[in-house]
């Protein structure tokens, strides 16, 4: 499990940060991509209509092992509980393979939302999951 260390004065906590996607990926085989991807949100739990903040990974796979890719431009799926389409955002990568992005959620329904990457030929290039639910 990957995680994330922060450090805060003389504590230090690990968060999971999410995982590396490799759909079925043999280094031997022709992949539909050479991209591979992570991406983690800043909570696993937000309120209706709260701003989700998603950060993201892209690597270009080679026989050398992972590089940067070339920046470029990729698509960004938001997805309810319904697996429904809701917001479809556009994010750009840096020249370290990096975005991050800001989603508003619908007021409605709750339950389990995704945050889906796609990368050319690769269905999808990566996943972030959350709950939207009313809490205190």
């Known amino acids: 499990e990957d995680a994330c260390v922060l450090r805060m004065g003389p504590s230090a906590e690990a968060l999971r940060a999410g995982y590396w996607f490799f759909p079925q990926w043999?280094?031997?085989?022709?992949?539909?991509?050479?991209?591979?991807?992570?991406?983690?949100?800043?909570?696993p739990?937000?309120?209706p209509g709260e701003t989700v903040h998603a950060k993201g990974l892209v690597r270009r796979a080679t026989a050398e092992g992972l590089g940067f890719p070339q920046p470029a431009e990729l698509n960004l799926v938001l997805r309810n509980p319904e697996f429904q389409e809701v917001q479809r955002i556009k994010v750009a990568l840096d020249a370290t393979g990096a975005f991050d992005t800001n989603s508003e959620l619908p007021a409605s329904p709750l339950g389990n939302y995704s945050l889906q990457l796609e990368l050319?030929?690769?269905?999808?290039?990566?996943?972030?999951?959350?709950?939207?639910?009313e809490y205190q």
């Open 120 to 133: 050319p030929g690769s269905e999808p290039g990566a996943s972030a999951s959350f709950l939207v639910a």
């Open 45 to 47: 739990i937000y309120r």
């Open 26 to 43: 043999d280094p031997q085989a022709a992949p539909s991509s050479d991209l591979r991807a992570m991406m983690f949100t800043d909570r």
